[in-house]
């Protein structure tokens, strides 16, 4: 190495350790009580406690008790993690329901922390959104709080907790929720929540000083993650952990992926075997043997209907494209006993990639592109916050300085999202969902309708929807460290008002 090169990685390593010395620092997870935005706060109109009600009727009522506790959780690899969960496993209790059921859960916070419970995609009453400092005061350690709502629409969610995310759902208080059809399409339904974990971050963090800064600067869209976790998992387990799915020959079934983590996973599947059925809870046109590679982005969801189409034992694993990938492999066997393949399968794959936004949805919310009441345009940025380290934008502010998306009940609201940083942003609605309708100024042949879309360096989405639940609901990143750095705004309902504040006694922390 000459003097130069050398001089030039030296500095970088320097700007690395003061990252992650920030990042780590106890400044960083500020407490202290801050304003939201003018109108969101303001005590004009109806308090948003006092809207949306919603009665079980002669619904039938669905009950379940979540307790949030410290468990020491083994990864099936030989690795245990002090984990934080709902009911004592990665993930939590597994919730199912039946569409037009009226939900009732129960949680209670048995951590030393504060906590909350998001029902990620449930388009339900603004109070019941699980959102500290806005929607709800963080159930307070040794607390109690009720969440109920009517399961609407089938499919496939999730629930996490929305108190400080990007450390809560890291260690692992997240789980499953399927709204199942009242006449079910698939006779077999299994659930695959994909995550990340830091298990070895010490380490990590010694040998890679450094890592993250290059990373920033290295543009694959998720260098910054990919150096803090080494150990991939399904449904909580890693490796030789991950329990084989039992299928005969000839039989489908309906797998449901949710992506838990901070890291787009793409998932290499037997040739010919997969079709997308669903995004987001929303069906999608999908056609079998188009892909075999499904691409989900840091808090989606996406639904397959798999066929086994022969007796041998095979895998649905990651691609190997990343360090760790080989550990985030689901066997697939026609017997319980069977031997699971152990060689690595060539899983490298020139196939298509399916992700999120590659079917169009069976349904629409606009059957052509509306005139808009409202238009927002969302720049999503990188950049440093004045002694505070790498800052995630909207519109060049951070959370709560963010301005908000300001609607009335009844508009048709579209927001332009680009992307003009070097990281990869998975952007999640609350309480709605919007038709995707163009990709960097093309319209797309077959809009989609989600609640996430994933925008990745130097793209541009237009995204339409209609301000029909009123409330205060958050617009975000679901990288949860990005929100944690910023990227967080509000969509903000003229009349009503949060009487919640952020930071304060309750430590309400919403990112
Ligand atoms: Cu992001």
Redesign the pocket.
């Known amino acids: 190495m000459n003097r130069k090169i050398i001089g030039s990685v030296s500095i970088l390593i320097l700007l690395g350790i003061g990252v992650v010395l920030f990042f780590n620092s106890p400044f960083y997870n500020n407490n202290s009580s801050q304003s939201l935005p003018e109108g969101i706060l303001e005590e004009e109109g109806t308090s948003i406690l006092d809207i949306g009600n919603q009665e079980a009727g002669d619904r039938s009522v669905k009950t379940f008790d979540l307790t949030a506790q410290e468990t020491e959780w083994e990864l099936g690899n030989g690795e245990t993690v002090n984990a934080w969960t709902y009911n004592g496993t990665v993930p939590g209790e597994p919730l199912r329901v039946t569409e037009g059921d009226f939900v009732r859960i129960n949680l209670k916070n048995e951590l030393d922390v504060p906590v909350t419970i998001h029902w990620h995609g449930v388009l339900l009453p603004n109070k019941m959104d699980g959102v500290p400092g806005l929607t709800q005061n963080a159930v307070q350690p040794g607390e109690t709080f009720t969440y109920e709502y009517i399961a609407e629409d089938a499919g496939t969610y999730w629930y996490h907790s929305h108190q400080h995310s990007s450390t809560q759902v890291d260690k692992g208080l997240y789980g499953s929720l399927v709204v199942e059809e009242k006449e079910k399409e698939y006779d077999r339904d299994e659930f695959y929540i994909l995550d990340e974990w830091a298990v070895n971050q010490e380490k990590r963090d010694m040998s890679n000083m450094g890592g993250m800064m290059m990373g920033a600067m290295s543009g694959d869209g998720e260098a910054d993650t990919q150096q803090m976790y080494d150990t991939f998992t399904v449904n909580g387990k890693s490796g030789e952990g991950i329990d084989p799915l039992v299928i005969k020959e000839g039989e489908t079934a309906r797998l449901r992926f949710v992506n838990a983590g901070f890291q787009q996973h793409q998932l290499v599947f037997p040739k010919g075997s997969m079709k997308v059925i669903a995004n987001d809870a929303e069906k999608v046109n999908g056609k079998k043997g188009s892909s075999n590679v499904l691409e989900i982005a840091p808090g989606e969801r996406i639904d397959v209907e798999y066929t086994k189409q022969n007796s041998e034992s095979e895998v649905i694993a990651q691609k190997t494209n990343i360090e760790n990938a080989e550990e985030m492999r689901i066997p697939v066997v026609t017997k319980e006993n069977a031997d699971h393949p152990s060689d690595q399968i060539n899983i490298a794959s020139s196939s298509e990639i399916a992700t999120g936004v590659t079917y169009g949805s069976e349904e629409l919310i606009f059957e052509e592109t509306p005139d808009p009441d409202v238009t927002y345009n969302m720049d999503l940025s990188m950049g440093m916050n004045m002694g505070q380290g790498m800052a995630?934008q909207i519109n060049n502010e951070v959370f709560p300085e963010t301005p908000p998306i300001k609607v009335e009940n009844g508009d048709i609201v579209k927001v332009n999202i680009t992307n003009s940083g070097r990281?990869?942003?998975?952007m999640h609605l609350h309480g709605h969902r919007f038709q995707v309708v163009s990709k960097n100024g093309t319209a797309l042949d077959n809009p989609i309708v989600k609640d996430l879309i994933h925008v990745k360096p130097g793209e541009e989405y237009t995204v339409y929807f209609k301000a029909n639940n009123k409330g205060e609901w958050l617009f975000h990143?679901h990288?949860n460290n990005?929100a944690e750095r910023g990227?967080v705004t509000i969509v903000d309902y003229q009349g009503v008002y949060s009487p919640f504040e952020l930071g304060g006694k309750y430590e309400n922390h919403p990112q």
């Open positions: 995630f990281m990869n942003h998975p990143c990288d990005h990227m």
